[in-house]
């Protein structure tokens, strides 16, 4: 058995006998804690995975508590029918807060969620309809199968159960197609949209599951107290389970309940030793617990968590059987047009980074683009994936106008490309990596993921990246770290990802750099070999023997500027490039 397995197991085993063996007092506590790690894990999966900050779970909280206190008390519902309802009410809330500030870059949703919390809070106390500050009394409790969960030691099971079922979705999710695309934007936006995602409503998609989490434990906690009032859910609490995420390891799922659990027992610890040092009055467990925090993000920035895995270690994955088959997209006919550059003109500011370039790319052919450092190439592979709109003139991709379109719309006619400056994934693994290529060719969404029913799907991206990694000669280190690798192995390692998105137009940027000899001479066969099976390409590369020995025609650029086009041996003739080139060897 793993050692991961066997971890898993203890827990299991340990949520099984503690409520037995615990006094009430303690069994409440490991409820407690139960009911936190829900939120947290939902915080970890929003801020940890997707580097979005939220202040505001405990109001959500509070929204899926009060849904159930109100709907109970005063309308008579059963408790396992307010659950959903609070979960949808959630889910409303959080749909038009992450609409709202989730298109804008920055800041914005840390600062709308204190809003949140902070009005939420008001809302709460200043209802009358809400009990106000004294808040709502004698609520139900739960029952299941006939059986009235209203003792502490029959409660627990409950609130561990949920969190396994968290604890587990959160896991399935994050070994998905779902999950790579939520840890590709902690980075960023670029390379979730160059291979066809929707980082925006990924985005919001994630704000609403991590809130919809914290709205099943706020939902929990109102039948656990069977009482609610506004303080739990105000926005201190909510800062209070940031805390917790960033101690426990905001990046890993046990992260978040290892978390609740120090944060939780430290309270309590705290609670009770301080008043005896200090003195009765004394509230100083804040001030202790935020020097902790203080030293942890010190010593250990990625929290306490990461410390744990160390002595754990992950093995190497299952490969998943049964894959299903994917569609191979029909490569255009030979000779049509696959770019069309016309007059494009990119500026920033006052610099022209490409200046009114015209050039062709037709089906089945390796096109060079060679130039100076900052003659503009980088910058016309961005005009042609739509990361960036040309200012004038027009590109065409596959009969489509580029345009102001998005780089996910141009990915998905079958456009992949590589970049000049990696962007990689260093703590996944070069399978993980290479899958995130076939994001647009497989479907599955954040409900079937976490239910894992997208596993057939998965087991074709896995089998998808193995060949390539395969092509590249990287198979045999599929499951090590990304981050591992020499910088030429990275660009082979993106050269793979491209490729599983089985693209018709391939654009690599400077693939050849920091590889050896006879590594350079296997990436021109393989180009070579792509372009036998109809995938057409355009290269940027500065090592002239490889670009005049692969490529069939060649577009010069220099200062932005178009210098010249033609094969090869025309390029190698003309004095301007010569010159352009400072006499070095063309
Ligand atoms: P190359 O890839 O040929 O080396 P680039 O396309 O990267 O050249 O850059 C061309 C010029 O445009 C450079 O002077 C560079 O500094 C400038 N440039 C590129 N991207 C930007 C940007 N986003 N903002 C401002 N200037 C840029
Ligand atoms: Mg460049």
Redesign the pocket.
Known sequence: MRPRTVLALVAALLALVLPLLLPVFQVTLLTNIAITSITVIGLVLLTGISGLTSFGQAAFMGVGAYTTAVLTTQYGWNPWLTLPAGMALTAVIANVLGLITLRMQGHYLPLATIAWGISLYYVFGNSPKLGGFTGLREIPPVSLFGLVLDQPREFVYLALAFLALAIVAAQFLLSSRFGRAMRALRSGTVVAEAFGANTFTLRVQVFVLSAVMASVAGWLYAHQQRFVNPTPFGLNVGIEYLFMAVLGGSAYVWGGVAGAVLITLLREVLQDVLPRLLGENSNYEVVVLGVLIILTLQFARRGLWPLVERWVPAGTPRLLAHALTFPHRPAPATGSPVLRVRNAVKQ??G?K??NDVSFDVNAGEIVGLI??????????FNLVTGV?PATSGTVEVLGQSVGRQPARAIHRLGVARTF?HVKLFPELSLLENTMMGGYSRASAGILRSMLHLERREEAALQQLALTQLERVGLREQAFTQAGNLALGQQRLLEIARALVADPSFLLL?EPAAGLRFGEKQDLSALLKKLRGEGVTILI?EHDMDLVMNLVDRLVV?NS?QELAQGTPPQVRGNPAVREAYLGAEV
Not at 371 to 380: I, V
């Open positions: 920033f500011g610099l980074a490409v130039g100076p450092n900052g003659a503009g190439k980088s910058t016309m960036n000049q940027d940027v650029m932005g």
